[in-house]
């Protein structure tokens, strides 16, 4: 696929808070010129430089995907970068004052609906691809597998089976140039129930606030359990609804947890640095296995260049 790179037309700026975090967050997403990328700035830090986002400076891929470069460090980033891709923006500076990218509503929905309010600049120099030459697989000891073949364009094939009665196996089909803002953007974020009180007290999703993720509730669980979950998030009322999800939030597809995995696989290659002419095919994949696949990427074709 032959173009020319795009930016933003204007800046856009988000309020709201850290997922895991639960600080306050004003983020700037601006144009930036042809061969930028994306790059992430901490107006809060004097002296520093704006880092590059790619693989190479991933340091952690708990429940997010954290970069750290020169003592710059930015949690939480997949969503964003996410709608970058999916909307085909190759050039932007992120400015943010604090270390975590606000959760907003837990998906991409909402940097989609401001970018998407005012075409796009197309800029004068052409958008590089990668094209993969052989396979590179990844077998990770979860049960993860990540396998990327050549292609003459870019596909995912993803399944998800976390062994869960409501969830059972989904599975979803990307290709690029579907329609990211309708297939992809809505798509929360999501949680067993079993493993709120946990994250909680491990200084996990303390930005969380049951307005921005799916719960899913595998076993019927007390009332008093639910009562207590619903303390910790500042929750008057949550039950349980016949279909395994708690009542916090509406499903917006049957399958919106596979959509949502393929949303922040999306985010995560795009760590690559560049557009792939690959088909990925990946199994239970999260934040650890593709980054690991996306540096791998790196590394073949431009590290070692």
Known sequence: MDRKQRTLKY?????GKGLHSGKSVTMVVSPAPANTGIRFYRCDLPGSHPMEAVADYVIYTQRCTTLEHDNVRIFTLEHLMSSLVGL?????????DTFEVPILDGS?????????????????????????????????????????????????DLTVDFNSKVLGVQKFHWEEGMDYAKELAPCRTFVFFHELEILYKNNLIRGGDLDNALVIVENPVSDEEISHIAGLFNVE?????????LDNVSLHYDNECVRHKMLD???????????????????????????TVAGMIRNKYINNK
């Open 11 to 15: 800046s856009y700026t988000f309020k």
């Open 88 to 96: 085909g923006i190759d050039n932007a500076m992120v400015t943010i």
């Open 108 to 156: 991409a929905k909402p940097y989609v609906e401001a970018f998407a309010n005012d075409p796009l600049c197309e800029e004068t120099a052409p958008v590089t691809y990668i094209d993969i030459t052989e396979p590179i697989v990844y077998n990770d000891p979860s049960g993860s597998i990540i396998k990327v073949t050549p292609s003459d364009h870019f596909s995912v």
């Open 237 to 245: 009322k949550i039950r349980r609804n016949d279909n395994g999800y």
């Open 265 to 291: 696989l999306l985010g995560d290659f795009s760590l690559v640095g560049s557009r792939i002419n690959a088909h990925i095919e990946a199994f239970k994949s999260g934040h650890k296995v593709n980054t």
